[in-house]
Nanobody, 126 residues
Framework: QVRLQESGPGLVKPSQTLSLTCTVSGASIKTGVYYWSWIRQPPGKELEWMGAITYSGRTHISPSLKSRASISKDSSKNQFTLQLTSVTPEDTAVYYC??????????????????RGQGTQVTVSS
């Protein structure tokens, strides 16, 4: 059974860098054809796809976040990490990591992927 678990700070100050890690068990992030993704949902808003990384380390970032977001992985720990720089209160959201069978072409996410973490709340506030 594949399990994903997000970890990171629950509170970040404006202008700081948010770093979230997703630990995967039951599957290897260095093999296969999956996209290891980050998705978020701000309060009262729709789900937003942020980006993904492949087993080979190739990254795809949503154009709306390209200047601030990056994704990396540590295959030895079976983890992948999201970094989001210069955060503002608008980055307050529940952040999910997920395993997806295909690359999204838009930032719109109708429903949460079935293989995902439970989500972690991140609040940006001074």
């Amino acid at each position: 059974q594949v399990r994903l678990q997000e970890s990171g700070p629950g509170l970040v100050k404006p202008s700081q860098t948010l770093s979230l890690t997703c630990t995967v068990s039951g599957a290897s992030i260095k093999t296969g054809v999956y996209y290891w993704s980050w998705i978020r949902q701000p309060p009262g808003k729709e789900l937003e796809w942020m980006g993904a990384i492949t087993y080979s380390g190739r990254t795809h970032i949503s154009p709306s976040l390209k200047s601030r977001a990056s994704i990396s992985k540590d295959s030895s720990k079976n983890q992948f990490t999201l970094q989001l720089t210069s955060v503002t209160p608008e980055d307050t959201a529940v952040y999910y990591c997920a395993r997806e069978p295909r690359l999204r072409t838009t930032g719109i996410v109708p429903t949460l992927p079935p293989v995902r973490g439970q989500g972690t709340q991140v609040t940006v506030s001074s």
